[in-house]
């Protein structure tokens, strides 16, 4: 469930480079070919790339947009575990929830940031808030899930053995529901970035978005698509760090 | 009754769904025999072995165990779930301590006690396997060595072998009489199976289905100590019980 791409990559990595290669290809033939001024050859992008990532100015900006985003899901994770398990395990929260949830999970939540700037102001809450509120659902959503389809029998058997309260949460419904978390904070993780990079092209005086802000308005496309790709990589990368997370509690899954 | 462990008083059971499980059905189960709970499916034989599990709340009527009622689940009884129940996280050692850890035992005691118990049932050499790593039969038996590691006096079986093939299960039901042979343990156990019901048993409760009632209580008449499984199958008792049984069950067949 959640799973927008399968877990496929890495596992042909041939095809995978094989991939990635004509698509640099052909990014490099469109730009020599000067089909249009936003469009300068890969070559010449990832020359100003290597610019751009060693200049103070990405360094500050990284600092400030690594921290919202860290900031932002740690609330969401914090927030979306506990409100998930609670909307699993009672009736009435989840019914009382889940209609909110689902809303707020498949809007467009871009369309408030310019509400929030209104409300907490223009600096770097509203991003943080930003990064939360495009995160914080998907995990709600997940960790409910994970924790519903725990088989009625390991509750049972938890009862059966005399596990209070804490012992059936701690080690039954969270293990149990772990892989379903996982792929929960994946996903938010996804959102997350885009999260960071919406808030502060939004309020655009702040971090990444602060620098998208200066290379588009000054026609620095090289700068600009070697951005766009070290935030793609960062993504990327986030996502597949916890996807490894999620393949070493593939047994669950096979187990269950 | 007094030699009663368990006793089953005028239980009903109605689900909030408005299905009747349980009719008035009133049992004794006497110390240290296996009593099998035995009818097509739908006769309300799971949800009776869930009452006196205490997982499950009679509508009317009610469960004493050694004459206090029941209101849960207690120490004194375990329950062997028909899809095994272990954790899929935990190692098999984990998973047939886990009672004992529930309990608050420290590690060191509740990991020797598990062992043995491994070793009991057949499973010497895989205390660190996961389940998933076992087949049908072996997860069963963790799942019994964790009913037996916490020294219960009353051990409830729910289809414990409906999910492995036919020869694990006549091995493991022939394991399971030496495992509770002089043990006085108190079983009792839910099955479809006539035979594997007279097999076992020294009571057989027959139900009803849709609402369960009891419908007969049968005891077959055969000696099983020195005798090999052959030789029970082969016993007159044991046939005149199968075919006694079969001929009131087949009612509710088709």
Redesign the interface.
């Known amino acids: 469930m959640w799973d927008e791409a399968p877990e496929t990559a890495g596992r042909s990595p041939l095809l995978t480079a094989a991939s990635l290669a004509i698509w640099c290809l052909v990014w490099e033939a469109v730009g020599r070919a000067g089909v249009a001024s936003i469009v300068p050859p890969l070559s010449r992008v990832v020359a100003s790339g290597a610019a751009v990532v060693t200049s103070g100015k990405f360094a500050v900006a990284a600092w400030v947009s690594l921290r919202a985003f860290a900031l932002g899901m740690a609330c969401a994770v914090a927030v979306g575990i506990p409100v998930g398990v609670l909307m699993a395990r009672s009736e009435s929260v989840g019914r009382i929830l889940r209609v909110w949830v689902n809303v707020f999970v498949s809007a467009p939540v871009s369309a408030l940031v310019p509400m929030l700037m209104a409300v907490v102001g223009i600096g770097e809450t509203t991003v943080v808030v930003t990064v939360f509120l495009f995160s914080v659902f998907v995990i709600v959503l997940d960790t409910e899930v994970g924790v519903r389809q725990v088989s009625r029998s390991l509750v049972d058997m938890a009862a059966c053995f005399g596990a209070g309260r804490r012992d059936l949460y701690r080690k039954i419904l969270l293990p149990a529901a772990l892989p379903e978390i996982l792929a929960g904070v994946r996903l938010a993780a996804i959102r997350g970035v885009k999260g960071v990079v919406i808030g502060q092209l939004l309020i655009a005086i702040l971090g990444v978005g602060e620098l998208f802000e200066v290379y588009s308005q000054n026609f620095l496309f090289e700068e600009f698509w070697a951005l766009v790709i070290v935030v793609f990589a960062f993504a990327y990368a986030v996502s597949e760090g916890v996807a490894r997370l999620e393949r070493r509690v593939e047994h669950y899954a096979r187990a269950r | 009754m007094s030699n009663a462990v368990v006793e089953v008083r005028r239980v009903s059971k109605r689900y909030a769904t408005g299905v009747e499980a349980l009719r008035d059905v009133s049992l004794a189960f006497p110390r240290g025999r296996l009593t099998t709970l035995l009818g097509p499916s739908g006769c309300g034989k799971t949800t009776l072995l869930?009452v006196v599990?205490?997982?499950v709340q009679p509508t009317t009527g009610e469960v004493r165990v050694e004459g206090r009622r029941v209101e849960?689940?207690g120490?004194e009884?375990?329950?062997v779930?028909?899809?095994f129940?272990l954790?899929?996280?935990a190692t098999v050692l984990r998973n047939v301590a886990?009672?004992l850890?529930?309990?608050g035992l420290p590690r060191e005691a509740r990991e020797e006690t598990a062992r043995r118990w491994i070793a009991e049932v057949g499973l010497g050499g895989f205390e660190q396997s996961?389940?998933?790593q076992l087949s049908g039969g072996m997860r069963q038996r963790v799942g019994l060595a964790?009913a037996l590691a916490?020294d219960a006096e009353i051990i409830l079986m729910d289809e414990p072998f409906s999910a492995v093939d036919e020869q694990t299960r006549r091995k493991f039901q022939e394991d399971l009489l030496v495992l509770l042979r002089d043990r006085g343990k108190t079983v009792i156990f839910v099955t479809h199976s006539i035979e594997e019901a007279v097999y076992l048993s020294d009571q057989i409760v027959l139900l009803t289905p849709r609402p369960g009632t009891v419908h007969r209580v049968v005891q077959p008449s055969m000696e099983r100590r020195g005798r090999s499984p052959d030789e029970i199958r082969r016993d007159k008792g044991y046939l005149d019980a199968v075919d006694d049984i079969w001929q009131v069950l087949k009612q509710y067949v088709g």
């Open positions: 869930k599990a205490g997982l849960g689940p120490p009884r375990a329950f779930f028909q899809d129940a954790l899929p996280w886990f009672g850890e529930l309990r996961y389940p998933h964790r916490v």
